[in-house]
């Protein structure tokens, strides 16, 4: 193996390790790298031995990937094998791992926690760019196409953090990168170079050779130089653009209403965060209304695998909304948007929308939600609405639910948790004989700081006796921990069970006054659940406790004596206050996930060199050196005897050993009593040479005869290189002219290999006499 081979493999190394290293900033904890690096290092040292033994680029590659493959298998999903061999149970955790991975990318934003799931995948990505790199750059010695792996590292980090990458995380990869280049085009141009030793001008041409590469090293670095300036300046004057990420949510830029704009996705996943810190106003208000109601953008009944989703709903839909109740039961608002942001086709509103007013935008109302839609994001418009204000007396008497607007989806229970829903809600509304006390009973229940606690951080999944992560309304029943999307969640499906149609409303907390004005900002993004009664429609109830959640309405707090508070709970900063202090005393907290202290860098080593693992390593290690045993030995011997070499002579002596071995292994024997020249042609014959290989056979011969009967200060090491590298050339053209058959048996069972081995007790025996 050449010295500047393993250079290109570390280079390698060194500059995947640089391009995954930016990922760091995209989450709170960072130990995984020290993993990823072992992976890295692991991908390094498999390719330099794999391509000492073969010259088969693809089984290099092949043996990286299994091997890499069984060892973050067996580190991540260890518990799954049968004697050290992975099972279908391997495929499941792991597949339970990226799907853990998914719903944490999913739930936050950068910078991220870390868990199991996450370091699995992110382990697995290095994995995939440290062979890709190490393929291209050293395996095929195509460093150039091994930049492609290394910007797809980098840019995994560039397209979803929120800020823009330190300088560092792009110049030393790059650097790393351009060496790489230079090293591999250093080697080929000294190829070309390469003086004929039989020429009387030799040492002239050399010296010319070394003026060259010379020449060639000053323009290569500059013009990497260039080529890094020109990459840095360029960002800083062409117009930066707004970010894009790897999923959208509640709050996030969105497309459709130019920059600045803020989009709801027609799909709501529990396990991602509505609560969205950016403080940027999505639109100002003025209502003639007293008091404020959260503004509605959209409704939902459709549930699936933790997923509140806008195209699902099932059922009969009618052509037109059901008429509102007569103004002598309710009282009509009006509200002036201006400065609206929100993309289209969506707009904010209190609900239920009785008249829309915007000039020269089209518009129309979901006849079942009364979702108001835009063809286009408007900046301007005016709504009148309705606030719904029936008596409790009024509501326990308005019978069951029989109207076009309630679909199958108002009542469907998840079927993996429909006996704990049941179970539950029974419990909860227990005393409760009509709609309004059942809900009632629901939303106090939800809102007691002593049985759960408001929390923007949900803390690791919880998963099941199998091992299974648990449906999200079975892991919120157990830890009692979430915020809005959770509480929602839990109430319309506690209701649900109660056969109350219920739904899911997703919008905004009523802002705050600024100038007479009203501001609601990203970060007011709200979820709550409305259910349905006879002769009233919809109508909104809150069951989330907290300072940023909504105000129950007034039937949902003077509607019933019963709960825990005689018929409702005000939102106040004490009681979010007591809901934390009492989190711990909670005797429903101690089956939430525990919280795990920070882990330093000497725990993730730790973590990684347990006895269990040195054991699969140590297992791991026997079994390839059993499998390459005679590979290895044969190549110990080779590089033992070209670094025992004192004259260029013994050197040219042990290259010519060599290729007479690997040919005899190949099915190309040596007949006694031949001359070097007809062995000679025997191999260009039988070896089906072409004609620049046949001629690289004769020039072998020829310099292997001047040294062995030329003066010895005549050879020089120029013949020596160009010897080796004709051998090469040599060795693979044959090889390919060989069955699979025979070059499999020439690699795992060279004779070299095997003769040390047979006559190792024989060389044993006589010492110990």
Same mark, same amino acid.
């Given at each position: 193996?050449?010295?500047?081979?393993?250079r &290109?493999t570390?280079?390698?190394?060194?500059a995947?390790?640089?391009a995954?290293?930016?990922?760091?900033?995209?989450?709170?904890?960072s130990?995984?790298?020290?993993?990823a690096?072992?992976?890295?290092?692991?991908?390094?040292?498999?390719?330099?031995?794999?391509?000492?033994? %073969?010259?088969?680029?693809?089984?290099?590659?092949?043996? !990286?990937?299994?091997?890499t493959?069984?060892?973050i298998?067996?580190?991540?999903?260890?518990?799954?094998?049968?004697?050290?061999?992975?099972?279908?149970?391997?495929?499941?955790?792991?597949?339970?791992?990226?799907?853990?991975a998914?719903?944490?990318?999913?739930?936050?934003?950068?910078?991220?926690p870390?868990?199991?799931?996450?370091?699995?995948?992110?382990?697995?990505?290095?994995?995939?760019?440290a062979?890709?790199?190490?393929?291209?750059?050293?395996?095929?010695?195509?460093?150039?196409?091994?930049?492609?792996?290394l910007?797809?590292?980098y840019?995994?980090?560039?397209?979803?953090?929120?800020?823009?990458?330190?300088?560092?995380?792009f110049?030393?990869?790059v650097?790393?990168?351009?060496?790489?280049?230079?090293?591999?085009?250093r080697?080929?141009? +000294?190829?070309?170079?390469?003086a004929?030793?039989?020429?009387?001008?030799? &040492?002239?041409?050399a010296?010319?050779?070394?003026d060259?590469?010379?020449?060639?090293?000053?323009?290569?670095?500059k013009?990497?130089?260039?080529?890094?300036?020109?990459?840095l300046?360029?960002?800083?004057?062409?117009?930066?653009f707004? #970010?894009?990420?790897?999923?959208?949510?509640l709050?996030?830029?969105?497309?459709?209403?130019?920059?600045?704009?803020v989009?709801?996705?027609?799909?709501?996943?529990?396990?991602?965060?509505?609560?969205? !810190?950016?403080?940027?106003?999505?639109?100002t208000?003025?209502?003639?209304?007293?008091?404020?109601?959260?503004? /509605?953008?959209?409704?939902?009944?459709?549930y699936?695998?933790?997923?509140?989703?806008?195209?699902?709903?099932?059922?009969?839909r009618?052509?037109?909304?059901?008429?509102?109740?007569?103004?002598?039961?309710?009282?009509?608002?009006? &509200?002036?948007?201006?400065?609206?942001?929100?993309?289209?086709?969506?707009?904010?509103?209190?609900? #239920?929308?009785?008249?829309?007013?915007?000039?020269?935008?089209?518009?129309?109302?979901? *006849?079942v939600?009364?979702?108001?839609?835009?063809?286009?994001?408007?900046?301007?418009?005016?709504?009148?609405?309705?606030?719904?204000?029936?008596?409790?007396?009024?509501?326990?008497?308005?019978?069951?639910?029989?109207?076009?607007? &309630?679909?199958?989806?108002?009542?469907?229970?998840?079927?993996?948790?429909?006996?704990?829903?049941?179970?539950?809600?029974?419990?909860?509304?227990? +005393?409760?004989?009509?709609?309004?006390?059942?809900?009632?009973?629901?939303?106090?229940?939800?809102?007691? *700081?002593?049985r759960?606690?408001?929390?923007?951080?949900?803390?690791?999944?919880?998963?099941?006796?199998?091992g299974?992560?648990?449906?999200?309304?079975?892991?919120f029943?157990?830890? /009692?921990?979430?915020?809005?999307?959770?509480?929602? %969640?839990?109430?319309i499906?506690?209701?649900?069970?109660?056969?109350?149609?219920?739904r899911?409303?997703?919008?905004?907390?009523?802002?705050?006054?600024?100038?007479?004005?009203?501001?609601?900002?990203?970060?007011?993004?709200?979820?709550?659940?409305?259910?349905?009664?006879?002769?009233?429609?919809?109508?909104?109830?809150?069951?989330? #406790?907290?300072?940023?959640?909504?105000?129950?309405?007034?039937y949902?707090?003077?509607?019933?004596?019963?709960?825990p508070?005689?018929?409702?709970?005000?939102?106040?900063? %004490?009681?979010?206050?007591?809901?934390?202090?009492?989190?711990?005393?909670?005797?429903?907290?101690?089956?939430?996930?525990?919280? !795990?202290?920070?882990e330093t860098?000497?725990?993730?080593?730790?973590?990684?060199?347990?006895?269990?693992?040195?054991?699969?390593?140590?297992?791991?290690?026997l079994?390839?050196?059993?499998?390459?045993?005679?590979?290895?030995?044969?190549?110990?011997?080779?590089?033992? $005897?070209?670094?025992?070499?004192?004259?260029?002579?013994?050197?040219?002596?042990?290259?010519?050993?060599d290729?007479?071995?690997?040919?005899?292994?190949?099915?190309?024997?040596?007949?006694?009593?031949?001359t070097?020249?007809?062995?000679r042609?025997?191999?260009?014959?039988? +070896?089906?040479?072409?004609?620049?290989?046949a001629?690289?056979?004769? $020039?072998?011969t020829a310099?292997?005869?001047?040294?062995?009967?030329d003066?010895?200060? $005549?050879?020089?090491?120029?013949e020596?290189?160009?010897?080796?590298?004709?051998?090469r050339?040599?060795?693979?053209?044959?090889?390919?002219?060989?069955?699979?058959q %025979?070059?499999?048996?020439?690699?795992?069972?060279?004779?070299?290999?095997?003769?040390?081995?047979?006559?190792?007790?024989?060389r044993?025996?006589?010492?110990?006499?």
């Amino acid at each position: 193996m050449t010295r500047r081979r393993w250079r &290109i493999t570390l280079l390698a190394a060194l500059a995947t390790l640089a391009a995954v290293y930016p990922i760091t900033s995209l989450f709170v904890e960072s130990t995984w790298l020290p993993q990823a690096a072992f992976v890295i290092a692991l991908v390094a040292g498999l390719g330099l031995v794999a391509r000492g033994l %073969t010259r088969s680029r693809g089984l290099v590659v092949l043996l !990286q990937v299994l091997v890499t493959s069984y060892v973050i298998l067996a580190r991540y999903t260890g518990e799954s094998f049968t004697l050290f061999v992975p099972t279908p149970a391997t495929l499941e955790a792991a597949n339970s791992l990226g799907l853990q991975a998914l719903e944490t990318i999913n739930r936050y934003s950068a910078p991220a926690p870390l868990n199991d799931g996450l370091t699995f995948c992110l382990v697995v990505a290095v994995a995939l760019v440290a062979i890709a790199v190490d393929a291209m750059a050293a395996t095929w010695r195509s460093p150039a196409a091994a930049g492609l792996p290394l910007l797809t590292a980098y840019l995994i980090t560039a397209a979803n953090g929120d800020a823009a990458l330190a300088l560092r995380f792009f110049v030393v990869p790059v650097v790393l990168w351009l060496v790489m280049l230079h090293t591999t085009a250093r080697a080929q141009f +000294g190829r070309w170079g390469t003086a004929s030793a039989a020429d009387e001008s030799e &040492i002239d041409e050399a010296a010319h050779d070394r003026d060259a590469l010379r020449s060639f090293t000053a323009g290569a670095l500059k013009l990497g130089a260039v080529g890094v300036v020109v990459a840095l300046v360029v960002p800083a004057v062409i117009p930066h653009f707004p #970010p894009r990420y790897l999923t959208e949510g509640l709050g996030r830029s969105g497309g459709g209403a130019g920059e600045g704009s803020v989009g709801f996705n027609d799909t709501l996943d529990l396990s991602r965060s509505l609560n969205n !810190q950016d403080q940027s106003p999505v639109l100002t208000y003025t209502t003639t209304a007293f008091t404020r109601s959260p503004l /509605r953008v959209l409704a939902t009944s459709y549930y699936s695998r933790g997923q509140w989703s806008v195209a699902g709903a099932t059922g009969d839909r009618p052509d037109n909304p059901s008429p509102l109740p007569p103004p002598d039961k309710r009282r009509d608002y009006v &509200i002036t948007v201006t400065d609206n942001t929100l993309a289209a086709p969506r707009i904010a509103a209190p609900y #239920p929308v009785v008249a829309v007013a915007m000039e020269g935008t089209p518009w129309s109302i979901d *006849p079942v939600t009364r979702d108001v839609r835009v063809d286009r994001a408007v900046s301007t418009y005016r709504v009148t609405y309705a606030d719904l204000a029936p008596s409790p007396p009024e509501l326990r008497e308005s019978g069951a639910p029989d109207s076009p607007d &309630i679909t199958d989806d108002d009542l469907t229970i998840p079927d993996r948790s429909r006996d704990l829903i049941q179970q539950w809600s029974d419990q909860v509304t227990r +005393g409760a004989d009509n709609p309004l006390d059942k809900a009632i009973a629901i939303q106090d229940h939800l809102r007691d *700081p002593s049985r759960y606690t408001y929390s923007l951080d949900l803390g690791e999944q919880l998963r099941d006796s199998q091992g299974r992560l648990l449906e999200p309304i079975q892991n919120f029943y157990q830890t /009692r921990r979430g915020y809005c999307v959770q509480f929602a %969640t839990a109430m319309i499906m506690l209701a649900r069970a109660q056969g109350i149609p219920a739904r899911m409303a997703i919008g905004f907390l009523p802002g705050q006054l600024s100038d007479e004005r009203y501001i609601v900002r990203a970060s007011d993004a709200h979820a709550w659940p409305e259910l349905y009664f006879q002769g009233y429609g919809w109508l909104r109830f809150e069951p989330t #406790p907290g300072a940023r959640a909504g105000s129950p309405p007034p039937y949902a707090v003077l509607g019933a004596g019963s709960g825990p508070t005689g018929g409702g709970r005000e939102v106040s900063e %004490t009681n979010t206050a007591s809901g934390t202090a009492s989190a711990t005393s909670s005797t429903t907290a101690a089956t939430a996930a525990p919280v !795990q202290k920070e882990e330093t860098f000497l725990d993730s080593v730790g973590h990684v060199f347990t006895v269990r693992n040195v054991v699969l390593a140590l297992a791991l290690v026997l079994g390839l050196l059993a499998a390459f045993a005679m590979p290895i030995t044969a190549w110990l011997l080779r590089l033992r $005897r070209r670094r025992a070499a004192v004259t260029q002579q013994d050197l040219i002596e042990a290259e010519w050993d060599d290729l007479t071995s690997h040919f005899g292994d190949l099915g190309l024997s040596a007949p006694e009593g031949v001359t070097l020249r007809q062995l000679r042609e025997r191999y260009v014959a039988d +070896g089906h040479l072409d004609e620049e290989n046949a001629t690289a056979m004769r $020039r072998v011969t020829a310099t292997l005869e001047k040294s062995r009967y030329d003066r010895p200060e $005549r050879t020089t090491p120029q013949e020596a290189f160009r010897l080796h590298h004709d051998i090469r050339s040599i060795r693979r053209q044959v090889g390919r002219t060989r069955a699979w058959q %025979t070059r499999a048996r020439s690699f795992f069972w060279p004779e070299a290999g095997v003769s040390f081995w047979r006559s190792l007790p024989d060389r044993l025996l006589p010492r110990r006499r």
